[in-house]
């Protein structure tokens, strides 16, 4: 079993910036392509950025282009969203997602961390 911790939510005036950090243990972290998930009050939970196992292609959902950058190391076996210029609309809560790159049913997700953005 893979276990991801995401940790580098709190509250932040809009304007600002956030690093939020996955770590995961227990598995091949180069094996999975990694993704952060949000899910606000009310709405569901929706894709925000994904990774590839290398590092070297990436995918953002509209709402991040231009803000949000996925990046991953995968020599400490982290994944991270850096935040920029955050909104109000950027509240939720953050999921930090594991794919197997082979095995679709292989997947896995983080606790959850709250990012809260204040105006």
């Known amino acids: 079993q893979v276990q991801l911790v995401e940790s580098g939510g709190g509250l932040v005036q809009a304007g600002g910036s956030l690093r939020l950090s996955c770590a995961a243990s227990g598995g091949t972290f180069s094996n999975y392509v990694m993704g952060w998930f949000r899910q606000a009050p009310g709405k569901e939970r929706e894709p925000v950025a994904s990774?590839?196992?290398?590092?070297?292609?990436?995918y953002y959902a509209e709402s991040g282009k231009g803000r949000f950058t996925i990046s991953r190391d995968n020599t400490r076996n982290t994944a991270y969203l850096q935040i920029d210029s955050l909104k109000p609309e950027d509240t939720a809560v953050y999921y930090c997602?594991?794919?197997?790159?082979?095995?679709?049913?292989?997947?896995?997700w983080g606790q959850g961390t709250q990012v809260t953005v204040s105006s």
């Open positions: 997602a594991a794919r197997n790159v082979r095995l679709a049913n292989d997947s896995y």
């Open positions: 990774i590839r196992w290398n590092g070297y292609s990436t």
